[in-house]
């Protein structure tokens, strides 16, 4: 039996840190625990699903996204790093799609190897029409072998190129975080596609290795993690609406404020996509017809991801609308405030893809 023992301090402070010490291993015992259904709100996709006995441990899923895959092997580039301490690595070729996208993290039972879960993407994705046009395992993947997406320094890792650090939002040393950081081995991957229906599906899998420091490492060291993007045509084309500047001048006079569905970002960026050029063209008239008029610009999400990432993702993504005012536009910047609101204010619930894509807007508030 071990003992603690606490050498400094008076009597007080030695039994403040004893439980500040159990409250700590409290909360590590917590996080290792292994889940025992599919989180909140996930599902499979109807293109590819999962092998049997594994868990949905992080979703995502959007109407419309872009995806990048590699068609060749990473390669390291020269250059300053990027996310978190990371270097570049990136494929010769690639395949850059867009369409409705859904990401799961899957969990596998203990005992099943990477490569035995790939010959089961390989055998039920032919039969639907899909290809490989790619596939690699371990060196032949290129970039950090070892490494999952979510760690810094070093060159980036096959997991990263495929889903940058900024984008897992899962809570820290939840399960969802635990299979995507950290250290990996038998790194195993494959790109199916179908042509004729424009389907991508992209499987990642290896052995999860977590840290000796790391919370996760007593009931995740040795799992195999599955990693499953799907990107087909969307169910409903999204129609680009473009609000006038006598639209928006009259809206405002009678409520106060006006919401957008114009100017668009790609998932979890802040640099606004072209189609957004002619809302903020309407919204620069607007300013220059009424000199007088200052807005806040506020940026609103939906609610995949914690309400920090998102408060933040939203209020990055109300200044890129300040920047491209004032630096394309040259209207003042006192006359204009960027603020970000994460998902504090839906005008529809998130448990759907409608609503979801009803709350990502920018408004414009008048002050």
Known sequence: M????????????????????????????????????????????????????????????????????????LKKRSGQAVGNNVYVTSPDENLTVEGKRTRNVYLLEPGVPPFAALRAYEASLPEQGAEVVYFCRNDSCGGTINRAGGLGG??????????????????????????????ISNLEYRLFRDEDKDVTVSVLAYILNPSQFSSCKANFQNRTVVIVDVVAPDAAPIELQTVSSDEMRDEISTTGKIALYGINFDSGKDSLRPDSTDTITQIAALMTAE?????????????????????????????????????????????????????????????????????????????
């Open 291 to 367: 000199t007088d008029l200052r807005l806040l610009i506020v940026g609103h999400t939906d609610s995949v991801g914690s309400f920090d990432y998102n408060q933040n993702l939203s209020e990055r993504r109300a200044a890129s609308v300040v920047r491209a005012l004032v630096n394309q536009h040259g209207i003042a910047q006192s006359r204009l405030y960027p603020v970000g609101v994460a998902f504090a204010s839906p005008v529809a619930a998130n448990d759907t893809e409608d609503g979801k894509a009803q709350n990502r807007r920018v408004e414009l508030v008048k002050f």
């Open 154 to 183: 070093g060159w980036m890792s096959l997991a990263y190129y495929l889903w940058p650090d900024d984008r897992i939002t899962d809570n820290a040393n939840s399960a969802g975080y635990c299979a995507q950081n950290g250290y």
């Open 2 to 73: 071990s003992t603690l023992y606490v050498i400094w301090g008076d009597a007080m402070t030695s039994r403040v840190i004893i439980a500040l010490i159990f409250s700590l291993l409290a909360s590590v015992a917590a996080a290792q625990e292994l889940p025992i259904r599919d989180i909140e709100g996930a599902s499979d996709s109807e293109i590819a699903g999962r092998v049997p006995g594994a868990l949905i441990v992080s979703h995502f899923s959007a109407p419309l996204d872009r995806a990048e895959f590699p068609l060749s092997q």
